[in-house]
């Protein structure tokens, strides 16, 4: 197996490009998802635990398994098994009431997104309600009104969302309010999608390839073309911060991308 992975490691360097540069990540055994955000890296194992990076080593976060996790403005969050909404306070997940939710999203400007199981429609939280949650009550979910199976925001140009036709659609999300301006349709063919802090945003194919929205602005949010970023694998999931690409590849192995 690490024979394998090291041959795949070289043609990751032979195919690096000027643009980007990829190498493998700190290895973590059966990665299922990575996370970054406020310059935070977390990953899911198989076994649902959530770890986060310090250094060159994995350390867990928490006692809590969790399916899906997050790390934005307004803290960490994450969903269990039975999609129940957790947010990490003073050590611990702590538990809340209200909606179920199979995946959420903290990268937006202080909201936090959510997919309800099953029915995949969108939910928004309040950025006040959010920042203040410290582990106990109830929280109060506005709907979004669209249904989608993968769901990112960022704080500066909006929310992104891939639908169960693999469209891409965009849309600006009061982190206040939680209103919608609507959804306008960017692209299809996508599997996954990740805003970052900056504004940039990335996505995955259904095929497995990475590419990075160009032209994107404050007057122009869904932004004008798509640029390739050369993977030497298959991507399954990306998130990006700070000037580093973290990518997921079908085997579990992790990949750290730069300029």
Known sequence: MKATVSFLLVLCHLAATRAWTCKEAP?????????????????R????????????????????????????????????YTNRVYKFVAGEFRPSSGPLLQQVDAGGDGQVVGLTPTSNLTYC????????????GSLSWNSLGRTMKSYSCGPLYGCWGVDQSNRLYVSQVSPTTCSS?????????????????????FAVTTSGLVYQ???ISRSRPQGVGWSSVPMCMAITSVSYDLGQLWALT??????????
């Open 27 to 43: 290895r973590l055994s059966s990665a299922r998802q990575i996370a970054a955000g406020q310059g935070q890296v977390l990953a």
């Open 45 to 80: 194992s198989s076994y649902n635990r959530v770890y986060f990076l310090s250094g060159t080593s994995w350390y867990r976060l928490g006692s809590v398994s969790l399916k899906d996790v997050s790390v934005g403005p307004s803290g960490i969050w994450g969903v269990d």
């Open 125 to 136: 939280l309040r950025s006040n309600y959010a920042s203040a949650f410290k582990g106990v």
């Open 181 to 201: 301006s609507g959804w306008s349709l960017v692209s299809a063919s996508m599997s996954m999608i990740d805003v970052g802090a900056d504004g940039s945003v």
């Open 213 to 215: 929205r160009t032209g």
């Open 250 to 259: 079908s085997s579990g192995l992790l990949l750290q991308c730069s300029h």
